[in-house]
């Protein structure tokens, strides 16, 4: 495997006291919409300092050219070394913050309390993690708000402990879209960057699994949607279905009873708001979601090349 280039420009802030908070954003021609991002971010009514570090992968849109008007620590590596859990890594490397505040390209923070409202709950001492609401952008699709309306609620969850042999996604679930964690944690227990992708969920169930409380913060808000295709449904789940193969150990049983909530609650929920044409439509879509994720399971059984035309990310099946 090609090893990464790293370049660091620009550090962060000449303070003398090291920032409380390091705010790492993996990149990769994240467009436009990116400038906002940074504008909001440095707009955070934040009652402690902080660094932001971009850890990009060959961005060829103006993305560098973007970051180079901030001041803001810059960490470029080979594209071909790029994994979700392995930017993320490399960020934390060169953080001088306590905590580390992970957040993707295209995640809009909300408001200036949105960094804020993440990270308060580390004042109890056991919490390792916290995660925030993502909510959709202008024009979501009415699968995407459902979803995110489902998966992200109104209310403030904490989970304290796991069951290795009885653990759905639900029991682990994490989203380092929108994240904080504590470095002493990320220290002993490193993003797995041999994953294609839920490295949060992994990292997350190791904490779990030592009575950490990973905690989801409905006031830490940011706006994260996507409208994918039929196509992008069954490759984003593939690879979502490999990366859990090895995390998930529920019977089947859970899962299928997670499955048929969800159903159910999402014919409620096209009933209430007048969307009756997705009574055809979710079923059709579901289907596809979840047979992408069922072969994602069972691809050990696949030759690669199918594989590597199912999945998203094609730098992962180069290096295997």
């Known amino acids: 495997m090609e090893d990464p280039l790293i370049s660091v420009i620009i550090p962060v802030k000449n303070e003398a006291m090291s920032p409380y908070v390091s705010i790492i954003i993996p990149t990769k021609n994240a467009g436009s919409r990116f400038d906002l991002i940074l504008k909001r971010i440095l707009a955070s009514r934040a009652p402690f300092s902080y660094e932001i570090i971009v850890v990009d992968s060959g961005s060829i849109d103006g993305t560098k050219r973007l970051i180079s008007n901030y001041s803001i620590k810059l960490i470029e590596i080979a594209p071909s070394s790029f994994s979700h859990g392995g930017a993320r890594n490399i960020g934390a490397e060169n953080a001088q913050g306590e905590i580390l505040v992970y957040l993707s ?19 109890d001492p056991d919490v390792a993690g916290i995660f925030g609401r993502q909510i959709p952008n202008d024009g979501a699709s009415a699968l995407e708000r459902f979803f ?100 998930l150990d529920a019977p089947f049983k859970r899962n299928l009873l997670y499955e048929v909530r969800y159903i159910k609650s ?32 069972y691809s050990r059984l696949l030759p690669l090349w199918l594989k590597k035309a199912l999945s998203q ?8």
Request: charged fraction near 30%; glycine fraction near 2%.
């Open 148 to 247: 995110l309306e489902y998966i992200y609620p109104d209310y403030r969850i904490v989970k304290d402990s796991v069951k290795p042999r009885n653990c759905t996604l639900q029991d682990i679930f994490f989203s380092d879209v929108n994240s904080a964690i504590r470095k002493s944690e990320w220290k002993e227990n490193r993003f797995k960057d041999s994953l294609i992708m839920s490295e949060d969920q992994a990292w997350a169930k190791d904490m779990l699994m030592k009575n950490k409380k990973i905690l989801y913060e409905p006031t830490a808000i940011v706006y994260h949607s996507h409208n994918y295709t039929i196509r992008k449904v069954i490759m984003r789940n593939f690879d979502s279905g490999l990366s859990l193969k090895d995390i």
């Open 266 to 297: 999402a014919l409620r929920h096209f009933f209430k708001n007048n969307l009756y044409r997705y009574f055809a439509i979710f079923p059709f879509y579901e289907f596809f979601r979840l047979l992408g994720f069922l072969v994602g399971r």
């Open 105 to 123: 390209q295209d995640a809009l923070p909300k408001d200036e309390n949105w960094l804020t409202n993440l990270t308060v709950g580390f004042n």
């Open 313 to 320: 990310n094609k730098a992962y099946w180069q290096k295997e």
